[in-house]
């Protein structure tokens, strides 16, 4: 793998061939960390999933999922929803049951988190098209 170092602005970045970056993505993907996620409850003998157990471990997955994606720890996801940290902890590891006032207080911390890490996006012009400086 041929990696160069570079520094833009006193940030260090790091320059490797596509295929080389490809083949990262795909071991990334391979080695999820799926084993840290509340597992989803199996099916019971009448054919359906326990329905408090599977909503609990949903709602954790994708708190989860949505929280390492915008690159947040649980202290700081806590701390912009406004809630203790333990309660979020015990919500991503599905052992209690949130209030509606709390997973909205949560949704709304992604929500804003997200719209931050997004903001700016709509100005870079699309691949092959060109931004006009007169209208800035």
């Known amino acids: 793998m041929n990696v160069r170092t570079l520094e833009v602005k006193g940030r260090r970045f790091v320059q490797l061939a596509e295929r ?9 993907k391979i080695s999820a960390p799926e084993a840290d996620m509340p597992s989803l ?8 999933y326990p329905a408090l157990e599977y909503a609990r471990a949903s709602l954790a997955r994708d708190i989860i999922s949505t ?10 996801l ?3 929803a406004g809630i203790p940290p ?4 015990r919500v991503e590891r599905a ?3 949130p209030t509606i006032k709390t ?10 988190a997200e719209k931050t890490a ?19």
């Open 20 to 28: 080389d970056y490809l083949k990262l993505v795909r071991q990334a």
């Open 41 to 48: 409850p199996s099916v019971g003998p009448d054919g359906n």
């Open 95 to 97: 052992r209690t049951n």
């Open 67 to 76: 929280r390492r994606r915008l690159g947040l720890s649980q202290v700081e």
């Open 103 to 112: 997973v909205d207080k949560i949704d709304r911390a992604l929500k804003a």
């Open 118 to 136: 997004t903001h700016g996006l709509n100005d870079v012009p699309k691949l092959g098209q060109k931004k006009d400086v007169r209208d800035q």
């Open 78 to 80: 806590a701390r912009r």
């Open 86 to 89: 333990e309660s979020l902890n």
